[in-house]
T-cell receptor, first 113, second 116 residues
Framework: RKEVEQDPGPFNVPEGATVAFNCTYSNSASQSFFWYRQDCRKEPKLLMSVYSSGNEDGRFTAQLNRASQYISLLIRDSKLSDSATYLC??????????????FGKGTLLTVNP | DADVTQTPRNRITKTGKRIMLECSQTKGHDRMYWYRQDPGLGLRLIYYSFDVKDINKGEISDGYSVSRQAQAKFSLSLESAIPNQTALYFC???????????????FGPGTRLTVL
């Protein structure tokens, strides 16, 4: 299994749709999990952290299943401005220094009017 | 003003030339990173530095070198550029003392490098 694997898409959805992205990771000792957003030709920016209990930020909901080594991101009521690439990011650390973020290749989302 | 800046933003050079990409930050973070991004390959770590005297190789360091001149500055050099080093290069910072203990990384705007 690749370290962090995502469905590359692309996902094309109409405004107002609900869309879900999935991600799997290989290192069972990973400690931290994130979703980053990257607009075309721009730098990645943190969208949200992912906690074991699941967390929500407005229209965005992130879930983590440690047993299955699976992370998800749900976007409700999609907006045109949600069009971007979504990167699943995992801290690959197995203890000690927590520097190493491993990035998935990203899932491209286009929200259409 | 941007917290993490990179210069140049775009550069076209020829095979064999020495190139330096520079990164500066005003966030006061101790950790800095260099990544490259290629279509279909995602972001890959080249080098990282926890402090001025602490520099470490990432997963793809061959053909690159770095210098941490000060806590706020981290430069990436290509000693002899080759075409497969054509990519988008990002600098990033993180704070080991922050609430996420350095996990969240803040990226610069990127440098688009083309090696002919």
């Amino acid at each position: 299994r690749k370290e962090v694997e995502q469905d590359p898409g692309p996902f094309n959805v109409p405004e107002g749709a609900t869309v879900a992205f999935n991600c799997t990771y290989s290192n069972s000792a990973s400690q931290s999990f994130f979703w980053y957003r990257q607009d075309c030709r721009k730098e990645p920016k943190l969208l949200m952290s992912v906690y074991s209990s699941g967390n929500e930020d407005g229209r965005f909901t992130a879930q983590l299943n440690r047993a299955s080594q699976y992370i998800s991101l749900l976007i409700r009521d999609s907006k045109l401005s949600d069009s971007a690439t979504y990167l699943c990011v995992v801290n690959g650390n197995s203890g000690g220094s927590n520097y190493k973020l491993t990035f998935g290749k990203g899932t491209l989302l286009t929200v259409n009017p | 003003d941007a917290d993490v800046t990179q210069t140049p933003r775009n550069r076209i050079t020829k095979t064999g030339k020495r190139i330096m990409l520079e990164c500066s930050q005003t966030k006061g973070h101790d950790r800095m990173y260099w990544y490259r991004q290629d279509p279909g390959l995602g972001l890959r770590l080249i080098y990282y530095s926890f402090d001025v005297k602490d520099i470490n190789k990432g997963e793809i360091s061959d053909g690159y070198s770095v210098s941490r001149q000060a806590q706020a500055k981290f430069s990436l050099s290509l000693e002899s550029a080759i075409p497969n080093q054509t990519a988008l290069y990002f600098c990033a910072t993180s704070d080991s003392h922050g609430p996420r203990q350095g996990n969240e990384q803040f990226f610069g705007p990127g440098t688009r490098l083309t090696v002919l």
